[in-house]
């Protein structure tokens, strides 16, 4: 579940919203806010994600890729209160400079094997672009994905579709989701559509 603030938040959502989305037992992207998320999630078993707010464009070398990954990361380990990210989602698939997306590249892998990071995954706008990453980056585990892309992918079991009204569509076709939440109602009605799959 992508957390996402409300467009007209009322008193106590943050802690409402968060109870809930815990409740469910998914994983959690944090991307949108990390430091907004992070004090309500604190010290919570919850697999999450994040990566979303990680910029890599503006780098000049590939070392500096590196370090403003690892940048990002502190920001974001630090806002959750946490030693590891379950999974970080790196925004490759889009046109980038050589040295940027390499940069990106191992400053994650490094990053992995301190044992920062768990899972890598991509994401970005460019479909074809992610596939070919995908096909040549075999420890990238997965790709965020919109949902009329899908279908461009060979490699389905490392698909997460995303920005998908219709959950329980792609997790009977055999494919992961990742819908977006604002409210614990929302929370709700995901965590029983996802039931009956």
Not at 38 to 57: E, F, K, M
Not at 106 to 125: H, I, K, N, S, T
Not at 176 to 184: E, G, T
């Amino acid at each position: 579940m992508r957390l996402i603030p409300p467009a007209t938040p009322e008193e106590g959502w943050l802690d409402a919203l968060a109870g809930e989305a815990l409740a469910s037992g998914r994983p959690l992207d944090v991307s949108s806010q990390p430091a907004l998320w992070g004090g309500a999630l604190r010290a919570c078993d919850a697999v999450l994600i994040a990566g979303a707010g990680l910029d890599v464009l503006g780098a000049t070398s590939r070392d500096h890729a590196a370090d403003l990954l690892h940048a990002y990361l502190i920001q974001v380990l630090s806002s959750i209160g946490r030693e590891h990210l379950d999974v970080l989602c790196l925004p490759l698939a889009r046109e980038l400079p050589d040295h940027a997306a390499q940069g990106a590249l191992d400053g994650a892998r490094a990053a992995q094997a301190e044992g920062l990071v768990g899972a890598l995954g991509l994401g970005g706008p460019d479909p074809d672009r992610a596939a070919r990453i995908l096909r040549q980056h075999t420890d990238l585990e997965f790709a965020f994905v919109r949902h009329e892309h899908a279908a461009l992918f060979d490699c389905k079991e490392r698909l997460v579709v995303a920005g998908t009204e219709d959950v329980a569509k792609w997790l009977n076709a055999g494919l992961r989701a990742l819908a977006s939440v604002s409210s614990p109602m929302a929370v709700r009605q995901l965590a029983s559509e996802v039931a009956l799959t």
